[in-house]
């Protein structure tokens, strides 16, 4: 049981403004864990990562707190929070009675001194890092009005010494749990209900084609596998449909197909490689990549392949587009001058290109949060290709993953109803 109190009828009650421009970061003051000690600092360091991670908040130094570590979950002095800084102010308090972590988590108006929000949550312990993202989310939506993050989950492909394979995990990059083995697997990508991954693999010895993996059960079944190649899914909002490209009679394009992988029937016919469709969030039009023109560019099409227009006229080499969830830019990557790919977006409407990264090593497939507030992508900015996350604006990047031998191919799963 989840009991939330938030103070709706406040005049002045505290926001972060989504609008605009770059957000200007909350102050907010993580008070020293209550409780059993290692729960509690263990779901305190969840909840000040994902906080730090987003970029809406701005974490004071412990070291600089005047009140007592002693300072129970009500009986605070908010004056002494005040007097560092603290606009908000978070208390944790969690018990391990038995198999189940019981925590008590509080947000205070530092100013106002009044209790915002109030949760008390239960896992099993090995879940214990859900109590803190639930939470996190529910502070999250309290300051925006919008839909946390921190309780999804992140696909992508892990490179091994056997070979390329599926991974799933927490948003941050925790939890890693493989999905397939190793092979040639790629382009994982989510179904809408979160409860499969469709990806790209060599698996059966012949050319690319497309599976799906339980999510649960890591049960593998073939979903299209027509043509020299099938590769690429990319789901539906609504989870009946799905496009992808295959490669029929010396052809590539992009086809559209029931669910179940019947029914495919092809949507562009022409001369040249069409691949990488991505749909736009009201699945009216779909965007892709098109060598029609010469070189790889972005072009988009009403969903039953008629309407084709070219998106991008910059660059000779733009691949990978990623509709955004608020259905008004499409992330790409693109090759430069240096002939390295880096990251932009181009707005649906007027064509506006802007470049996210730069003079950051190789940076590729760009993958959106399901709030459209982030950016998950490939990186070989530390060195060997790894993940990262960053703001829509190129901002605040911070790293994912740290896997031995690399990981690519992000796909952020989708936001799933609180349980």
Aim: proline share 6%; charged share 20%.
């Amino acid at each position: 049981m989840i009991l939330l109190l938030a103070l709706l009828l406040a005049a002045d009650r505290p926001v972060i403004d989504l609008a605009g421009g770059r957000v200007q970061a909350y102050p907010l003051a993580m008070a020293r864990p209550l409780g059993a000690q290692e729960v509690s600092v263990a779901v305190e360091s969840v909840l000040s990562q994902d906080f730090e991670r987003s970029g809406l908040f701005k974490l004071l130094d412990p070291a600089s707190f005047l009140a007592p570590a002693s300072e129970g979950l009500t009986q605070i002095d908010f004056l002494k929070w005040q007097a560092v800084g603290a606009q908000g102010l978070v208390k944790v308090s969690c018990d391990a009675p038995g198999a189940e972590i019981k925590c008590d988590l509080r947000l205070y108006d530092v100013a106002h001194g009044q209790e915002l929000l109030h949760g008390n949550y239960s896992a099993p312990r090995a879940s214990q890092r859900q109590i803190a993202h639930r939470f996190g989310d529910d502070v999250v939506r309290f300051f925006t009005h919008e839909p946390g993050v921190f309780q999804t989950r992140i696909a992508f492909v892990r490179e091994t010494e056997a070979g390329k394979q599926i991974i799933a995990a927490d948003w941050d990059g925790a939890n890693p749990q493989p999905l397939t083995g190793a092979s040639i697997n790629l382009l994982p990508a989510w179904t809408p209900d979160g409860k499969s991954v469709a990806f790209t693999s060599f698996r059966d010895g012949g050319g690319a084609h497309i599976y799906t993996v339980d999510a649960a059960t890591r049960q593998v079944r073939p979903l299209v596998l027509m043509g020299d190649f099938a590769t690429g899914a990319a789901w539906a909002p609504d989870g009946l449909r799905f496009l992808f490209s295959a490669s029929l009679d010396d052809n590539t394009d992009v086809y559209l197909s029931q669910a179940d992988g019947s029914a495919g029937r092809r949507l562009t016919d022409a001369r040249g490689i069409d691949i990488s469709a991505t749909w736009s969030p009201d699945a009216k039009r779909v965007a892709f990549v098109s060598e029609r023109a010469g070189t790889p560019q972005i072009f988009t099409m009403s969903a039953d392949g008629t309407d084709v227009r070219r998106l991008t006229f910059q660059g000779n080499y733009n691949q990978e587009p990623a509709w955004s969830p608020k259905g008004d830019l499409i992330a790409f990557s693109g090759r430069d001058e240096h002939r390295t790919f880096d990251l932009y977006t181009v707005a649906v409407e007027g064509g506006k290109v802007t470049r996210l990264t730069q003079n950051a090593g190789t940076n590729e497939k760009p993958s959106w949060a399901p709030n459209g507030r982030y950016l998950l992508f490939s990186s070989t900015r530390g060195g060997k290709r790894q993940l990262w996350v960053m703001q829509p604006d190129g901002t605040n990047p911070r790293p994912v993953t740290s896997e031995h031998l690399g990981a690519s191919d992000p796909a952020w799963g989708p936001l799933l109803p609180a349980k």
